[in-house]
C-alpha cells in the first residue's frame, strides 16, 4: 500500500465529526492492506511506530523543508523500512547518518506525506482516530464482532497484532487471543462520582477502597519468573526490585495482579506523588522504598478471572494476597462507606474507589463499574502549549495550555484535543526547570508567545469547578486551575474527556453553543 493512502484516510478522519464516517475511512484503508502491512499500518495512523520512540524532533524534522516528490511513491513498507533504520543509528556520526536518511525520507515524499510524516514521527498526530475508532473500523474491516475485538485487544495489549489476527485468522482465531501471563493486559479505569453516595446509588453493594495517590503497577508472575508494567504496559520490572520480592513470596506458580505503588514515610504515612515517581522512574535509586498495594487479581494458576465478578476476584485476592491488599471495606450503607472515606483522607490519601461487586474486569474503557471520589475536583488534562515566562519567570517556560480529550471529535478540533484553560499557578521553580526542558524537547511549532508542543504530556490539575465559556470550543474552562502534579505514569488517551468537564456545568453541560454560555 502507498503511504498516500494512508495520509488520504487520515485527512478524511480530522475532516469529520462522525464517527461512522472515520469508522469507514479507516476500514478501508485496513481492508486493502497485505498481511505483512497491517502492524506497521496500524502503528502509523495512530502516530505510535512499532519501533517505539524515533529520538527526531521537531526543529530537526521541520529544517527540512527542501524538494519533495510531485507524486506518491512511497509505500508503507518504505516508511516503516526507514523508522526501523533511524532507530538503529548509534555511535560517532550518528547524526549525520540520522540527517541523510531524513534528507533521503522528506526527498521521496510529496508534501503533504512529508506533514504528516513529521506528526507521525514527533507523535504529534492527534485525528480523532484514537483506539476505541480504530477497534471499530477493524471490526467492520474484517466482519467481525466488536465486542470480540476489543476483548482481543485488552487481553494482548497490542492493537497492531489484534488488528492482524482480526483481518488475517478465523472467528476462532480472534476468540483464542487470552490472557498470556508475562504479557500486559490494558488496564481497567475509572469514572469519576461526585459523592460516595453518588457512588453507591450507581454501584450497588461495593467495595469500597483507598484511592491512592500513586503509580498503577500491573504484576505478572510464572514461577520465579516476575515482571511489573506500568499503566502503559512498559516493563519496569528492574526499577523495582521490592515489588518483585514481595510476589515471589505469595503462595502461587502463576498470577496477574493490579494494583497501585506508592512510597511511605517513616510514619507509614504517603509521600507526595513526586516522590513516587522519581523513585519508580530511576534506573537504580533505592533511598526510597516502594510498597505494593493490589486491589485486583486477573489469573490465578490456571484460572482466568476477567469475566468473573469483583466478589470473586477478591475472595481470590484474600486468599493469596492478605498482607498487601488495599484497605477496604464491602458495603451498601452511605454512613459506612462515608465513615470509610474519612478515614481514607485522614490518613493522607485521595478519597476512595467505589466499585461494584458483580462487575468483570473491563480494560481500556471509563464505565460506571469503577467509580473514584475525591474531595477537590482534579482531572488529568494534556498540555499543548507552553507560553514563555516573564519577569522572576523569564528564561523558562511557564503558562501552561491545557486540553480535554474529545474522542468523538464532535467539537471540531483537528488534533482531538479541546483546549480548556491556562495555568502558571503551583508551579514550583523545580517544575518550572523540568517542565521547560521536558517541553523544549517536545516542541511541535509556534504560538503567540510560546511553543506548541506534541501533546502528550498529562498533568493533574486542581479546579474549583468550571463555567461556561465563548473562548473556547468545547464551550467550558476551569475555574482557578492549578498544577498539582505532571503524570509521567498516564498516556494522552487516558486524560479526561470533555464531556467530563462538561458534566460540571448546571444542567449537566447543555450545548457547545448555548446562548448562555460566558466568557472566562
Known sequence: MLFSDIETALAAVTNTRSRLAKVDALAAVLRSLAPDEIVPAVGLLTASPRQGRLGVGWRTLSSRGGSHAEEPSLSVDDVDRGFSRLTGIGGAGSAAVRAALLDTLAERATAAEWQLLIRIMT?????????GVLLDAVARASDRDGAAVRRAAMLSGDLGETARVALTGTVDDLAAVGLVVGRGVQPMLASTATSVADALGIAGRASVEYKLDGAR???????DEVHVFTRTLADVTHRVPEIVEVVRGLPVNDVILDGETLS??????????????????????????????????????????????????LEELERIAAPWR????????????????????????EGVMVKGLDASYTAGRRGKSWLKVKPVHTFDLVVVGVERGSGRRSGWLSNLHLAARDPEGRFGQPDGFVMVGKTFKGLTDELLTWQTAHFSEREAGEIPGGIRVVPDTVVEIAIDGVQRSVRYPGGVALRFARVKAYRSDKPAAEADSIDTLRSLLPGGGGSADSDEAGEV
Open 123 to 131: 507523535g504529534e498526530l492527534r485525528t480523532g482516530a484514537l483506539e
Open 326 to 349: 488495599i484497605p477496604a471495606v464491602t458495603t451498601d450503607d452511605v454512613e459506612t462507606a462515608d465513615a470509610f472515606a474519612r478515614d481514607a483522607l485522614a490518613a493522607g490519601h
Open 217 to 223: 503497577v500491573q504484576v505478572h508472575r510464572h514461577d
Open 264 to 313: 511511605l514515610d517513616d510514619d507509614g504515612g504517603p509521600r507526595p506523588f513526586q516522590d513516587t515517581m522519581a523513585r519508580f522512574g530511576a534506573e537504580t535509586a533505592r533511598e526510597i522504598a516502594l510498597r505494593p498495594w493490589f486491589f485486583d487479581v486477573l489469573h490465578v494458576d490456571g484460572r482466568d478471572l476477567v469475566d468473573e465478578p469483583l466478589s470473586a476476584r
